[in-house]
C-alpha cells in the first residue's frame, strides 16, 4: 500500500513560512501532480515527503504510521530528480541495480528484478551500455528504472522531464502514464508545466504562495475553478478576465455590464450585488467569429498560424490582454478590427475577493463518452 496523509504541514526558514499548513489525503495508487508558479513550495514539499527537508510543524503521515523523523530509507519511498543523477563509469545494468547491491540482496534475485524492470521500461538492450551512450529520454528510463527496482510505496518524481526536448517530453508522458496503469503504485509529481499535470495527473495540487489554492481532477479544475488564481494558471492558452459591473444577481443568474453591453452569466449569486465590481472570465477557446450573447471587437497585434488553430492576441481599451483561440483557417490578420462572440454559458465570475462564483453548469456532460 502507499497511503500518505499530509496534516497540517508547515515550513519556515527563519521567520519566512514557505508551506502554509498543507492538508492533504492521497489514497493508494492515485497519481498525484503538484503544479504551481516558481517558489510557491511545491518542491519543498516533495523533499519534506521524502525526508530530505525537515518539517517545521505538521505529520506526514505514509501508511498510517508518522514518518517526520524518519530517514529516507525507512519511508518507503523512491525519488526521480529533474537531474538523471545516474553513475557515469557503471553500465544501466549496474546503475538500476544499485540499492539493491546497497541492500546485499542474493545475486539472483537482483539479476531477476532488475530483468524485469529492464523489461518494463524497453532497456533490455541497452543494460551493457554506460549512461553516456544513451539518449536523455533513456537515461530518464534508468533513473527511473533505478527507482522501480526497489518496490516502494510512494514514487516521487521532481521535474523528471525538464531536461528534455519538447518531442520527448511528449513521448516521456505517455511512458510515465503508463508505467503508473501497469504498476498501480501510488506517484506524486512536481512540475511547473501545466500541460504535464492536465495530461497525466489523477488529480492535480494547484499550490500558490505556500497555500493549496485547489485541488481536484484536471477537468474540475478547468471547468469550475475555485478562484482567478487557479483559472489563469489552468489551461493554455490562459483564460481572459474582463472587469465588469454587477447589473442585477438573482436566482437565475448574474447579468454584468462591459463597456456599455450586458451578459447574463448563469452562477450562483453568492453574495453579490448591484454595483459591485466582478472580474469576467472566458477561455480563448470558447470566443468565436461573428455574434453571440455580447461582441467584443478587437485589434489584434499577434497572430499565431498553428495549421490546426489561430490564435489572436490584442490589447483592450482597458489595457487588458486579450486571446482568442479560432479554427486554423480564421479570416483574421495583424491591426485589422474583429468581432469575437462570448456566450454567458461558457463565462465565469469571479467576485471581489476573487473567489469563483458557482457555476450551474455539470462540467462531467462535457466529457466524451468511452468508446467500448
Known sequence: MGQLHLNNVQKFYGDFEVLKGVQLNVPHGEFVVFVGPSGCGKSTLLRMIAGLESISDGDIVIDGIRVNDKPPVERGIAMVFQSYALYPHMTVFENIAFPLRVEKMAEDKLREKVHA??????????????????SGGQRQRVAIGRAIVREPKIFLFDEPLSNLDAALRSDMRIELTKLHRQLKATMIYVTHDQVEAMTMADRIVVLNAGSIAQVGSPL??????????????????????????????????VTIAYEGKQLTVPVARGNVRAGDTLT???????????????TI??????????????????????????????SGSAPVAVEQPVSVAINGADCHLFDGDGNALERRIDWKTQELPVLA
Open 117 to 134: 524492470v529492464a523489461k518494463i521500461l524497453q532497456l533490455e538492450h541497452r543494460l551493457e551500455q554506460r549512461p553516456g551512450m544513451l
Open 220 to 253: 474540475q479544475l478547468y471547468h469550475k475553478p475555485d478562484n482567478l488564481f487557479v483559472a489563469g494558471f489552468i489551461g493554455n492558452p490562459k483564460m481572459n478576465f474582463l472587469p465588469v459591473t454587477c447589473v442585477e444577481a438573482s436566482d437565475t443568474g
Open 280 to 294: 469576467l472570465g472566458i477561455r480563448p477557446e470558447h470566443l468565436s467569429l461573428g455574434t453571440g450573447d455580447m
Open 297 to 326: 471587437t478587437t485589434v489584434p497585434s499577434v497572430i499565431e498560424r498553428l495549421g490546426i488553430n489561430t490564435i489572436s492576441y490584442s490589447t483592450l481599451s482597458t489595457g487588458q490582454q486579450w486571446c482568442a483561440l479560432l
